[in-house]
């Protein structure tokens, strides 16, 4: 077989939807798997609904997951994607090519008079495809009067057309239901169908690997290349994802674009791994590497059946590859986060890089996004925190105050201020009252973050420092309870 080549073919509409983003990640696994070559296009053909601004976000979504592409003309820098935009010329060659042979013709049907005929169709029961009526017409550009010209397909009327699509099988289109569609429009610009299947063959695509929502677009494009008598690649037309409602993902169903992933604390490993097993398995196996993904993707592995988006999942995943992450990369990717939760440039300079790798430590085991990373480790840093004040009421009681301040009047005569020192001083405190470990240690947690939960104390109380767990102290002791 020759070198496997595919690719992701966005309009750049939009931002990088991860219904897009699966799609992408299914054709460059497969490509990275056979050794073959991952091409990215642009389909900016519609000048209207595309901008400058979705394909950067786009390309700094795919980057963003790691998918890099393999090739493009030089377009200022790193290899960029090919636009459609740069090749109208080749679309108006072969359009011109389907022309001079007879398979394509030049139509002047206005829209009002197509809609008119369409409406009529309707009425009259019949399905509205186009008549035919400019068939004759042939090679002339444009009518008597001048009136511009769409070229059309010349689409038999009968036969069957197969494809072997290769996640669903087989699936038939009989040719008759087709009309003679638009190949370019009056503008010049080349319609969707005709614009892919050039770039398709010029690009020398052995398999297109899309969303099934273009099953219906095939039939169409295969038609085509008969026409202009070029080889057809393999189909795979995977499923679409939908919401837990079962109707196809939206914004309804939670954030879809994958920078808000991106932007709400998500690694893009984990975001990659939970788009991977959307639609495709391999066995009961969750936590893939990005070397597993591509050492044991296939299309036979895909599913026929559409699959569900779990938020809560991806969110779990997440969690997973925070924990495995190393504390210095979780650290660099969460200043911005711990900026956003309201930690000063200072406070964040003034803990020094050891001791923010350490913070992480402790808080990596159970955040689930970087988001909640930076809010749950926020009292670490020095300042004003937000208190619980519920919480307060409930175990800052006047007996645990007095504990606390009589702990902490110990504390400071402590000779090193370390973790295993307090620990020590704790249990010996505890045993000397007859009390638990934790009711002497929950207070202290409330005191410290103003919350009931927080990672185990005394490292945290190490990292922060005596003088800021004192401040921190009186600030609790001051308050109400
Ligand atoms: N531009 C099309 C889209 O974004 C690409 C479809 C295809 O892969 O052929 O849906």
């Avoid at 511009?148 to 038999?156: D, P, Q, Y």
């Avoid at 919401?243 to 932007?263: E, F, N, P």
């Avoid at 000063?344 to 402790?362: H, I, K, N, T, Y």
Wanted: proline residues 5%; hydrophobic residues 40%; aromatic residues 8%.
């Amino acid at each position: 077989m020759s070198k496997v080549r595919v690719r992701f073919a966005p309009s750049p509409t939009g931002y990088l939807h991860v219904g897009g983003a699966r799609t992408a990640l299914y054709n460059w696994l497969f490509a990275r798997h056979e050794k073959g070559d991952f091409i990215l296009r642009i389909e900016d053909t519609d000048a209207e609904r595309s901008t400058d601004e979705s394909t950067t976000t786009i390309l700094e979504a795919l980057r963003w997951l790691g998918l890099d592409w393999d090739e493009g003309p030089e377009v200022g820098g790193p290899v960029g994607p090919y636009r459609q935009a740069d090749r109208l010329k080749l679309y108006h060659d072969y359009a011109q090519r389907l022309l001079d042979e007879g398979k394509a013709y030049y139509c002047i049907c206005t829209p009002e008079e197509l809609e008119a005929r369409r409406k009529a169709a309707l009425a009259a029961g019949t399905s509205p495809r186009y008549d035919g009526r400019c068939r004759q017409r042939g090679n002339d550009p444009a009518g008597a009067d001048g009136r511009g010209a769409v070229v059309r397909l010349l689409v038999g009327e009968e036969g069957t057309i197969e494809i072997a699509d290769l996640v669903h099988g087989p699936i038939r289109f009989e040719t008759g239901d087709l009309d003679d569609f638009i190949l370019l429009r009056s503008d010049g610009m080349p319609t969707y169908n005709f614009a892919v299947v050039v770039d398709d063959v010029l690009m020398g695509m052995t398999h297109v690997i899309r969303g099934d929502d273009h099953i219906s677009n095939t039939p169409r494009q295969i038609v085509l290349y008969e026409a202009l008598d070029l080889p057809i690649p393999h189909f795979a037309h995977i499923p679409m994802i939908l919401g837990a409602d079962r109707s196809r993902l939206s914004k309804r169903h939670g954030a879809t674009s994958v920078l808000a992933y991106q932007q709400m604390g998500y690694l893009p490993e984990a975001v990659v791994n939970y788009l991977a097993r959307l639609g495709w398995s391999y066995g009961d196996q969750e936590i893939f590497t990005q070397d597993e993904l591509v050492g044991y993707f296939s299309l036979e592995r895909v599913g026929k059946t559409p699959a569900v988006f779990d938020p809560v999942k991806l969110e779990w995943l997440n969690g997973q590859y925070i924990k495995r992450a190393s504390a210095d990369r979780l650290t660099a990717l969460l200043k911005p986060f711990w900026g956003a939760a309201g930690v000063s440039p200072e406070g964040l300079a003034g803990m020094g890089e050891d001791r923010l790798q350490r913070m992480v430590c402790l808080f990596q085991e159970r955040a689930r996004t970087l988001t909640e990373l930076a809010s749950s480790s926020r009292f670490v840093f020095d300042g004003k925190i937000e208190r619980d004040a519920a919480a307060a009421l409930k175990v800052l009681t006047p007996e645990a105050k007095a504990r606390v301040r009589t702990l902490a009047a110990e504390i400071e005569a402590l000779p090193t201020f370390t973790a295993e020192t307090l620990e020590t001083l704790f249990r010996t405190r505890a045993a000397a009252l007859g009390i638990k470990l934790v009711d002497l240690a929950q207070p202290f947690r409330v005191a410290l973050s103003g919350k009931t939960v927080s990672p185990p104390i005394f490292p945290i109380m190490e990292l922060m420092g005596w003088n800021a767990v004192r401040r921190r102290v009186e600030e609790a002791l001051e308050g109400e309870g």
